[in-house]
């Protein structure tokens, strides 16, 4: 087990430069508590802000600015006070998502590497384990469970752990980028001074 799984983590970082591992890790309590999506609330809240500029004009968001905790959208709110043209704004949260999704999807990556090396280690590891003793057919029963064992071991953390969670993390990435896609929508609308109930209907149909 520890050859298996050390032979893993080593095959791992070789391949794979420190911050994408380290952002691996970073993000893999993403499998037990994602990233909350209420694309309800998120629907309302812009509706609110759509509101707020078309009686007040864009700076009357300001205070909106100042208290949201979302970085992806007090980015796309400080853009908009700022004045920045529609296209401009696209443009720039597109790469936004972009680069944080390419960054997400590589660490994601990490454990579905490791859930390909480690059933591979472990074939190897119990072919050694009978090939050394063809020699003596008394001792080849005991190679032959070692070969077991370490087959086990590779493909129980390959199917158990690291490729499941590779998946549950792409899921998350993908339903993150749902949701920036929606904020870019609702900003570009309010920016356009799209009214807020065709506003809300297109977000609803947006989020399905």
Do not use: C
Not at 100 to 115: D, H, L, Y
Not at 153 to 182: C, R, S, W
């Amino acid at each position: 087990f520890v050859i298996v799984f050390l032979g893993t983590f080593a095959s791992i970082l070789i391949q794979t430069p420190k911050a994408t591992f380290m952002r691996a890790w970073k993000i893999a309590p993403w499998i037990f508590k994602p990233p909350i999506d209420d694309h309800e609330q998120l629907i309302a809240k812009m509706v609110e802000w759509s509101e707020i500029a078309r009686k007040q004009g864009l700076l009357g968001l300001e205070p909106a600015l100042e208290s949201e905790q979302d970085p992806f959208a007090q980015k796309a709110l400080q853009m908009l006070v700022d004045g920045t043209e529609p296209d401009k704004i696209r443009e720039a949260l597109e790469m936004d998502i972009e680069v944080k999704s390419k960054a997400n999807t590589a660490s994601a990556k990490v454990f579905e590497g490791m859930g390909i090396y480690a059933p591979t280690l472990g074939t190897v590891l119990g072919l050694i384990a009978v090939m050394k003793n063809l020699a003596d057919p008394s001792k080849l029963g005991s190679g032959i469970a070692a070969a077991f064992t370490a087959t086990i071991y590779g493909i129980g953390l390959a199917n158990l752990f690291f490729l499941p969670i590779a998946n549950k993390l792409k899921d998350v990435i993908g339903k993150q980028n749902h949701t920036k896609e929606m904020i870019i929508e609702g900003i570009i609308a309010i920016a356009e001074g799209e009214n807020p109930r065709n506003l809300e209907t297109k977000l609803k149909g947006f989020a399905g």
